[in-house]
Every structure is written in structure tokens, then in C-alpha cells.
């Protein structure tokens, strides 16, 4: 009769205890493994020309700009050599015309305190047009 109640009731599974070591382990090298995929991704998206290519503002630099219709605005580009009038459309850019290079004393930035953030802020959401 104790075999018979060893195979009615079979005994219980063991359950083995998992170590904090191993989950600790597991966890960082799935992190680890993302954060090198990512990385790779990103250096993959900068070889073929996804991300957007860095221009020094010394290089080329707008100093003016206005709009003329809905989506149409014409303005200056500074180069080395030159100062470019450019008609901007939604579809082309034209060349208008081309200006002498600024004269030094133009270029230098002028002694006015910079705004502040909340300036900044109302500036790039003020609608062309309208007034406050």
C-alpha cells in the first residue's frame, strides 16, 4: 500500500530558487545589447546619409529674411565670398541676386544683451501678419 500511495500522489516539483546574481546579469546584457544596437543603427543611418549633415555658421549664415506671400519669403545668405539674395518657395529656391560680401564691421556680432528664453519662445510662435 506505500507504493500505491506513492503513485497516487506523486511528489511535488522542485522549485529551484533563482539567484538576484544571474537575473542582474541577464537584465544589463539585454540592456547592453540594445544600447548597441541602437548605436550601430545610428552610425548606419550617418553612413548612408540619413542624418543631417552639420554646415559651421561660418560658413554660410542667413542675416535676413521676409515673407512675401503665404509660403513664398525672400532672404540674404552670407558666404566667404559673397551675399546671396534667394527667392524660397515651397518647391524651389531661386537666385535673385548677388551683393558684395559684408563688410567686416557688419559681420560682428553687436553688444546687444541676448534674449532671454520667453523672448525667444514668442518669437518663433508669432504668426508673420499678425500682431500682439
Do not use: C
Not at 18 to 35: K, M, R
Not at 111 to 119: I, K, L, T, V
Amino acid at each position: 500500500m506505500n507504493n500505491q500511495s506513492q503513485t497516487l500522489h506523486p511528489a511535488a516539483p522542485q522549485t529551484q530558487a533563482i539567484s538576484t546574481g544571474s537575473v542582474v546579469t541577464q537584465v544589463s546584457s539585454v540592456l547592453a545589447g540594445i544600447v548597441l544596437l541602437i548605436l550601430a543603427f545610428a552610425w548606419l543611418a550617418r553612413r548612408l546619409g540619413f542624418a543631417p549633415k552639420k554646415v559651421s555658421s561660418q560658413e554660410l549664415k542667413m542675416t535676413a529674411s521676409v515673407q512675401v506671400g503665404q509660403r513664398e519669403r525672400v532672404v540674404i545668405v552670407d558666404t566667404a565670398d559673397a551675399r546671396l539674395v534667394l527667392g524660397v518657395t515651397a518647391q524651389h529656391i531661386t537666385h535673385l541676386h548677388t551683393l558684395p560680401p559684408a563688410a567686416p564691421e557688419e559681420n560682428a556680432p553687436s553688444g546687444a544683451a541676448p534674449q532671454d528664453f520667453r523672448q525667444l519662445l514668442q518669437n518663433l510662435v508669432k504668426r508673420p501678419g499678425k500682431h500682439p
